[in-house]
C-alpha cells in the first residue's frame, strides 16, 4: 500500500481532492491509503517517514523546500498543478503520484 499525502495550509481544502482521488483510486484498484493533513501536523508524518509521497497544494507550494529538507531525500515531495488542483481532477493528481512512485 502506498501512502499519499496531500498537504494545504489547514488541511481542508485538499479534502475534496482527496475524495475524488479515493474514487478513482478505487475504479483503477490501486492500493494507496491518501490524507490530507495541515502544514503542521504534515511535518511529523514526513519527518517519520509515514508517507510514500508528499502533493502541496499550490498555496503552500513556498514550504516545499523546508519540506524536502524534513523528507532527506527519502520521501518525494512535489507541488500539485494549479490548474488540475482548482478543477479538483482527482484522476490527474492520483495518475501523477502514481507515476512518480514508480520511478
Do not use: W
Request: charged residues 20%.
Amino acid at each position: 500500500m502506498k501512502n499519499i499525502l496531500l498537504v494545504c495550509a489547514g488541511g481542508m481544502s485538499t479534502s475534496m481532492l482527496v475524495t475524488r482521488m479515493a474514487e478513482h483510486a478505487a475504479t483503477i484498484n490501486a492500493n494507496v491509503n491518501i490524507n490530507a493533513l495541515g502544514i503542521v501536523e504534515a511535518k511529523g508524518k514526513i519527518k517519520n517517514n509515514e508517507v510514500d509521497i508528499v502533493l502541496l497544494a499550490p498555496q503552500v507550494r513556498f514550504q516545499k523546500s523546508e519540506l524536502e529538507v524534513l523528507a532527506s531525500g527519502k520521501i518525494p515531495v512535489v507541488v500539485i498543478e494549479m490548474k488540475e488542483y482548482g478543477a479538483m481532477n482527482g484522476k490527474v493528481v492520483l495518475e501523477t503520484a502514481l507515476n512518480i512512485l514508480k520511478r
